[in-house]
């Protein structure tokens, strides 16, 4: 598995459940941050938490971090059928700058 | 207040000719970085600028690979000479500072720029 790895590659809900998403990776890290992709256009920021965070929570966002585990967790509560996007986490390890490490994302679709 | 910016959005060469896009990060965000995905694999890391110098270039493919940024402004990313491999999505992303060690701040992604090399 490479790093920042997420899990599922594709997940499928109606519209008002909950979607949860995970993410693991290898070295330590400074930060994880999430982004959404719509079809066809850029990345968008969603959340970023630090590694001396365990969770953060940004209106239907629901981040968790377990460095123990180097692994994260992305929950959207009350899914909306405008959530249909693509997911990624990414990671800026321990002492090696800014660079961002992806994962291959989850595809998530919300049906109405 | 406009968010990352980058030009073309769209750009379809053939093999062998060259290719220049731009990025024009957050108005003041000395930090800049390139990031490329090529069909089926994940984003990749191509470099990093502060200000305008080259804090980690560590992720350029090769030498046909040249970036800039003149002036601490918008960077400009050139292949010369494109080879079908190069063919994805170029994204540029900015962030206001560089955390280092204290930890790092969100970078913010333009659109990105879809190259096709035939």
């Known amino acids: 598995s490479q790093q920042g790895e997420e899990d599922p590659q594709a997940l499928s809900i109606q519209e008002g459940e909950n979607a949860t998403m995970n993410c693991s990776y290898k070295t330590s890290i400074n930060n994880l941050q999430w982004y959404r992709q719509n079809s066809g256009r850029g990345l968008v920021h969603l959340i970023l938490i630090r590694s001396n965070e365990r969770e953060k929570h940004s209106g239907r966002l629901r981040v968790t971090l377990d460095t123990s585990k180097k692994s994260s967790s992305l929950l959207i509560t009350a899914s909306r059928a405008a959530d249909t996007a693509s997911y990624f986490c990414a990671t800026d390890a321990y002492n090696a700058g800014n660079m961002l490490t992806f994962g291959g994302g989850t595809r998530l679709m919300v049906k109405p | 207040e406009a968010g990352v910016t980058q030009f073309p959005s769209h750009s379809v060469i053939e093999k062998g000719q060259t290719v220049t896009l731009r990025c024009d990060p957050i108005?003041?965000?000395?930090?800049l970085y390139w990031y490329r995905r090529v069909m089926g694999k994940e984003i990749k890391f191509l470099l990093h600028f502060v200000k305008e110098s080259k804090q980690d270039e560590s992720g350029m493919p090769n030498n046909r690979f040249l970036a800039e940024r003149t002036g601490g402004t918008y960077s400009t990313l050139k292949v010369q000479p494109a080879e079908l491999e190069d063919s994805g999505v170029y994204f540029c992303?900015?962030?206001?500072?560089?955390?280092?060690?204290?930890?790092?701040?969100?970078?913010?992604f333009g659109p990105g720029t879809r190259l096709t090399v035939t």
């Open positions: 108005s003041g965000h000395d930090n």
């Open positions: 992303a900015s962030s206001q500072d560089y955390g280092g060690l204290a930890g790092s701040y969100e970078q913010y």
